[in-house]
């Protein structure tokens, strides 16, 4: 099935393109690898990304994002790809983003929300605790305590883990409506 842009998302892509081009070109990729970078990407770039909104992408206008949909945020993506710059775009733009926006809990989407959208905060899920995702299987538990929560179990493969200001770990939870919640730590 071909994916047909609006004028919009066309204009979305050129301008990503023409960022990305430009910002963040291979050779981009290459210095991190050779200086053997330990975050992995650049955060003035980020930065940089996040002013163009991409960091925004799903976040809520209401908490200063762009309020756009996926299908804007796979435009991003694909032009991210196509510069192999390693950016948390899918760990925080995407994933934190809407499993802030979609959370019952407001106060924690309203403190983390407008800084992922401003490139301020990267945020990781923390779901897998096998090399197979397999999010029917989690194992993780969360019981509630006087003070909130504990959390016990283990995790596997956190995207941007190793430099996340916020991870939401997703657990078993008794006390949630389908037994599995997310937990922002």
Not at 29 to 45: E, M, Q
Not at 88 to 114: E, H, I, M
Request: charged fraction near 20%; charge should be negative.
């Amino acid at each position: 099935m071909a994916l047909v842009l609006s004028e919009e998302q066309t204009m979305l892509r050129d301008s990503a393109r023409n960022f990305l081009s430009a910002e963040a070109p291979v050779t981009h990729l290459r210095a991190l690898r050779d200086n053997k970078d330990a975050k992995g990407f650049s955060p003035s770039l980020w930065q940089r990304c996040a002013e163009m909104g991409f960091a925004g992408v799903l976040v809520p206008e209401t908490s200063g994002g762009l309020g756009l949909t996926l299908t804007d945020a796979v435009v991003i993506a694909e032009e991210i790809g196509r510069t192999l710059a390693p950016l948390p775009f899918l760990s925080s733009a995407v994933l934190g983003a809407c499993l802030l926006a979609a959370s019952d809990n407001v106060a924690v989407a309203a403190r983390w929300l407008p800084e992922i959208a401003a490139g301020k905060a990267v945020v990781a899920v923390a779901i897998d605790e096998t090399a197979r995702h397999r999010p029917a299987s989690i194992s993780t538990k969360a019981t509630a305590h006087a003070a909130g929560y504990k959390i016990d179990g283990e995790k596997v493969l956190v995207l941007d883990g190793h430099v996340a200001d916020l991870l939401i770990v997703v657990a078993r939870s008794w006390s949630a409506p389908s037994g599995i919640a997310i937990f922002a730590v």
